[in-house]
C-alpha cells in the first residue's frame, strides 16, 4: 500500500486554505423554511451578510408549543449572524438536528430587532433552531 505524505509548503498551503475558507462548503442560497409569520433571518456570513435564511412559522409558549426546525442540507453548519423579527421570541441553535448537542440560547429581552453575531465558537455550527416565547 502506497503512503502519501504531505509535508513543508504543501502542507502549510492546504492548511491556509482550510483556515480561509470558513463555513463555505455548502454553498447556501436564500431560502425560507416554514410557513406563516416571519421569525427571524439568520445569515451565511457575518454582520447580516451573505445568504438569508428566513424562518417562518407560530412558534408559541416555551416546551410543547417552541417549534423546532431542522435546516437544509445547503444551510447546515453555515449561519454566522442571525436577527429575529421582533423582540418578542427567544431562539436556541443547537449544534444538531432536532435541537440536540450544544445550545446556543438568544433571550428575547437581549435580541430586540437590531440582530445579534453569532459568537465565534458557535459560528458555521448550527444545524437546529427553536423559536418560542
Ligand atoms: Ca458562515
Redesign the pocket.
Known amino acids: 500500500m502506497k503512503r502519501i505524505v504531505v509535508t513543508g509548503m504543501a502542507a502549510a498551503a492546504a492548511l491556509v486554505m482550510t483556515l480561509a475558507v470558513?463555513?463555505t462548503a455548502n454553498a447556501a442560497s436564500n431560502t425560507t423554511i416554514g410557513s406563516g409569520p416571519v421569525l427571524g433571518y439568520a445569515y451565511?456570513?457575518g454582520n447580516y451578510t451573505?445568504a438569508v435564511l428566513t424562518i417562518r412559522g407560530d412558534c408559541g409558549a416555551s416546551g410543547a408549543g417552541s417549534q423546532l426546525f431542522n435546516l437544509p442540507h445547503e444551510w447546515n453548519d453555515?449561519?454566522?449572524s442571525f436577527k429575529p423579527a421582533t423582540k418578542f421570541y427567544d431562539f436556541s441553535l443547537y449544534e444538531h438536528g432536532n435541537g440536540v448537542g450544544s445550545e446556543y440560547y438568544i433571550p428575547a429581552a437581549n435580541s430586540g430587532d437590531t440582530g445579534l453575531e453569532v459568537v465565534l465558537h458557535f459560528?458555521?455550527m448550527t444545524s437546529s433552531i427553536r423559536c418560542w416565547f
Open positions: 470558513p463555513g451565511s456570513n451573505g453555515t449561519i454566522s459560528n458555521d
